[in-house]
């Protein structure tokens, strides 16, 4: 499973991003599909998580701001990012939690990552 990344660049205050994160490869099946973010200096902290049949969650620092959305025939997850703030600046991680068939005919589910996309907010 791979994770592919895109939408990062550099917005003013106030401004708004899209991310994109398309999923390849092969899988058993996909469920939840995730936005983190790593901040210089920060551990990585989770942003929106996007769980099929559950309401997305997000951190409470950007409820109001971000939201969550897929689009699960193109194996696709956005993050839509409004309002940003300095303090969002960061690398963003999109990340999957995927199950696959192995050798042995097991399904095993895993946390899979994209490459990361940075997003900075400057003036």
């Known amino acids: 499973v791979q994770l592919q990344a895109s939408g990062g660049g550099l917005v003013q205050p106030g401004g708004s991003l899209r991310l994109s994160c398309v999923a390849s490869g092969n899988w058993f099946s996909m469920d939840t599909m995730s936005w983190y973010r790593q901040a210089p200096g920060m551990e990585r902290e989770l942003v929106a998580r996007s769980s099929p049949g559950t309401v997305a969650d997000y951190a409470d620092s950007v409820k109001g701001r971000f939201a969550i959305s897929r689009d699960n025939t193109k194996n696709t997850v956005f993050l839509q990012m409004n309002s940003l703030k300095p303090e969002d600046t960061a690398v963003y991680y999109c990340?999957?939690?995927?199950?696959?068939?192995?050798?042995?005919?097991?399904?095993?589910?895993?946390?899979?990552w994209g490459q990361g996309t940075l997003v900075t907010v400057s003036s």
């Open positions: 990340s999957a939690m995927a199950s696959t068939r192995e050798r042995d005919n097991r399904l095993y589910r895993r946390r899979y």
